[in-house]
Nanobody, 125 residues
């Protein structure tokens, strides 16, 4: 069992940066692929980025490539999402998710077994 708690969301202006954190409970954090998804107003949840259990490989949605960076700290059982050059279209609730490492860097949300409660990110123009 893994419990995930996101933090770091807020209201920022276009062009600003924000860093989200996702703290995971449990001693098996290192076994999981970790990902960030987001759901904007009136939109379906979409994949943002994922990182392998070792942290050696990452995958990004085209819409955030070059602006967002995912990382993880095994000692702190935490995964981060550094978001730079934020745009109004990045406004969404951001969710942290965990999947068994055997799934790889999968973009489909149904592959992820554990989810956080979400943190709101609002980018004003």
């Amino acid at each position: 069992q893994v419990q995930l708690v996101e933090s770091g969301g807020g209201l920022v202006q276009a062009g600003d940066s924000l860093r989200l954190s996702c703290a995971a409970s449990g001693r098996t954090f290192w076994l999981y692929v970790m990902a960030w998804f987001r759901q904007g107003p009136g939109q379906e949840r979409e994949f943002v980025t994922a990182i392998t259990s070792s942290g050696g490989n990452t995958r990004y949605a085209d819409s955030v490539k070059g602006r967002f960076t995912i990382s993880r700290d095994g000692a702190k059982n935490t995964v981060y999402l550094q978001m730079n050059s934020l745009k109004p279209e990045d406004t969404a609730v951001y969710y942290c998710a965990a999947a068994p490492s055997s799934k790889g860097l999968i973009v489909r949300d149904f592959a992820y077994d554990y989810w956080g409660q979400g943190t709101q990110v609002t980018v004003s123009s």
